[in-house]
């Protein structure tokens, strides 16, 4: 599967963005999907993850409440919907889609494709 993902760009503190991911190849709602990111200076990390279905979600602790996931099966696509954005949460975006099994995976070795990347910015 190859993973693009957009959406991602420059916002105040308290502002909303809205990535997408959008796959192509391989039947999308057969993969698990999450999102990670790397903040300047640091490891990639765990932000979001939902299950081939979309029935079961996961957040981050520094997330939970501000972002949603979501997918579209029908339009290959994954969103991650950021409300509330901190200057902290300024990183590179990444979202990553996984074959095997069903449920929700939290660590980066977990996945098997990924996509370029998209940059959010959030200014103080």
């Known amino acids: 599967v190859q993973l693009q993902a957009s959406g991602g760009g420059l916002v105040q503190a308290g502002g909303s963005l809205r990535l997408s991911c959008a796959a192509s190849g391989r039947t999308f709602s057969t993969y698990n999907m999450g999102w990670f990111r790397r903040a300047p200076g640091k490891e990639r990390e765990f932000v979001a993850a939902?299950?081939?279905?979309?029935?079961?979600?996961y957040f981050a602790d520094s997330v939970k409440g501000r972002f949603t996931i979501s997918r579209d099966n029908a339009r290959n696509t994954v969103y991650l919907q950021m409300n509330s954005l901190k200057p902290e949460d300024t990183a590179v975006y990444y979202c990553?889609?996984?074959?095997?099994?069903?449920?929700?995976?939290?660590?980066?070795?977990?996945?098997?494709?990924w996509g370029q990347g998209t940059l959010v910015t959030v200014s103080s």
């Open positions: 939902i299950s081939k279905s979309g029935d079961s979600k």
């Open positions: 990553a889609a996984r074959y095997s099994g069903s449920g929700i995976y939290i660590q980066l070795y977990e996945y098997n494709y």
